[in-house]
């Protein structure tokens, strides 16, 4: 019986908007067609594409500039004469520039973070944007003039690489997402065409098989061997693997399960420890670059983007809302974890990646970070932030104000700052002190007596992290009213600090959960046990 059609075997032109329409079933097809135009040997011979002469021939030329501050943007192709927002690194700010049609812009920075192989995945990227999609965007360009409406070429995004769009919804935005989808789908298969991807597959394994040694067979040395002789990424050769339907061959060599793991056995939007959030922001690159201070805040274990749908305080904690925890890839970081074991080439298959072990006895995982797995974050993170730092901002301002000038009044003590934002934080009883510093109750009463001025930094800093105050005005209230200074030369200030700059306003327990990986003193427990 013949199979139904469906949307998944369309190959054909929106003769209204000029789209390519294409199904999954025919991507494929649409890569035999573009190469048959522009490179028919690679349909024919394995070859790693010319990529570069393609480009020639089709006279698009390539500049460098910075598309993004956090290197998420690698390139894109300037379809119609227009402006492009480009990033400045050195003033931090955007400014659009004009570009003539035929340019494709990438970022080496990004690119350079991801290896050889993704530059080229796009530049033949944006090369398929320009003969695919030229006349959906000269089309466009009519409609929108009657509406002045300015018109930006399609960014190409690490967090877009896997999305794919609704099928339901019919706005220009969303048509603009298939189109970007098809080229993030497209690009692999152009430059590793199926039939000769095969062929060239097989070589490799047929060379193994011939050497006599059952150990030969390994997907880690077919994937490095294939990734070098098409001059792709790994990731690309170990998807591609799969999709021409090598799986069952895939699956009889003895380290398919530890070399695909990241693939079939990762879980993903996996909570956090606070002192795992804590490493993540100190110590990887990648991690850095991409995640924004100013735009998420950590609740529950996630980093969450800082709206007021997403998060809210409950009994001074930060926690995510009803609706952010039925919908966490549209609001929080997704950080995967999964078992492995250790090949010859594991380090190259996270080039670019953000990774922390997370260890328990022999049990080996990895919690990982990828641009590429956060697609579903839909926001404008300055506008995110904004509106939340003005929601903090109607709550604190007023109290802020205050406490600086109590701190700049040379008559106030320290006891009588504190005091001031005791009430302020409701703190009317000493149970209420002692569970949110973890201090014993005793110090409460000699700092509403206004007799414990002279406080050590460890019980400063408990009630400080127990206020849940900003780093800035901890300082403040250090510098002003304390004998006792913070110094980022020495510890265990510098760690302290480094936490409320990393994850302002966690709670004593969080806190002292980071001090207590770094084999530093706990907050509070000490000296509450010492008073009994």
């Not at 201090?439 to 406080?455: A, D, E, F, S, T």
Request: aromatic share 12%; hydrophobic share 35%.
């Amino acid at each position: 019986m013949r199979r139904a059609t469906t949307w998944n075997d369309v190959f054909d032109i929106d003769k209204m908007t000029g789209a390519l329409l294409l199904g999954k079933n025919r991507l494929d097809d649409y890569a035999t067609k573009y190469l048959s135009k522009h490179c028919k040997e690679a349909l024919i011979t394995p070859m790693p594409l010319p990529v570069e002469r393609i480009l020639k021939k089709e006279n698009l030329k390539v500049k460098d500039v910075s598309l993004s501050p956090n290197l998420d943007v690698f390139g894109c192709c300037v379809l119609l004469d227009s402006d492009v927002p480009i990033y400045d690194r050195w003033t931090g700010e955007k400014k659009c520039i004009r570009y003539s049609k035929g340019t494709i812009l990438i970022d080496s920075e990004s690119i350079n973070l991801y290896g050889a192989g993704a530059k080229r995945n796009t530049l033949i990227h944006e090369a398929l944007h320009w003969e695919k999609d030229r006349k959906y965007f000269e089309i466009l360009a009519i409609r929108s003039a009657r509406d002045s409406e300015k018109l930006y070429p399609i960014m190409c995004r690490y967090k877009d690489t896997y999305f794919e769009p609704s099928g339901k919804q019919k706005t220009k935005g969303n048509e603009v997402k298939w189109l970007e989808w098809q080229a993030n789908r497209l690009a692999p298969r152009v430059l590793m065409p199926c039939k000769t991807f095969k062929q060239k597959a097989y070589e490799f394994i047929d060379s193994y098989t011939n050497c006599g040694k059952k150990s030969a067979l390994s997907c880690d040395k077919l994937i490095e061997d294939i990734s070098n002789f098409f001059i792709v990424s790994r990731a690309s050769a170990k998807y591609r693997l799969l999709e021409v339907g090598l799986q069952d061959v895939l699956k009889t060599f003895d380290d398919y399960d530890a070399v695909y793991a990241d693939i079939k056995q990762r879980k993903e939007f996996v909570p956090l420890t606070p002192s795992e959030a804590f490493d993540l922001l100190q110590n990887n690159k990648t991690f850095q670059r991409w995640f924004r201070k100013d735009a998420f805040i950590f609740a529950d274990g996630y980093f969450v983007l800082a709206n007021p749908e997403y998060v809210e305080k409950k009994v001074g904690k930060w926690h995510l809302t009803k609706k952010a925890k039925g919908n966490l890839p549209s609001c929080v970081i997704n950080i995967h974890e999964y078992h492995y074991v250790d090949y010859k080439n594991i380090k190259k298959d996270f080039e670019g990646y953000a990774i922390l072990p997370r260890m328990s006895g022999v049990d080996k995982r990895l919690l990982t970070f990828h641009p590429h797995f956060q697609s579903n974050l839909k926001y404008d993170p300055k506008d995110l932030y904004d509106a939340f730092n003005n929601h903090l901002r109607n709550d604190n301002l007023d109290e802020e104000n205050e406490l600086r000038r109590m701190l700049g009044d040379p008559s106030k003590t320290l006891c009588q700052c504190l005091w001031f934002l005791f009430e302020q934080r409701g703190w009317h009883y000493p149970k209420t002190f002692c569970d949110e510093t973890l201090l014993h109750v005793n110090y409460y009463g000699r700092i509403k007596n206004n007799k414990y001025n002279n406080m050590t930094t460890p019980v400063l800093m408990a009630i400080c992290v127990g206020l849940k105050l900003r780093l800035r005005l901890i300082e403040e209230i250090f510098d002003q009213k304390s004998d006792n200074k913070l110094r980022d030369s020495r510890e265990p200030d510098r760690t302290y600090m480094c936490i409320l700059e990393e994850l302002p306003r966690i709670s004593i327990d969080d806190f002292n959960g980071i001090l207590a990986s770094r084999g530093l003193k706990e907050l509070g427990t000490t000296m509450r046990d010492d008073m009994k």
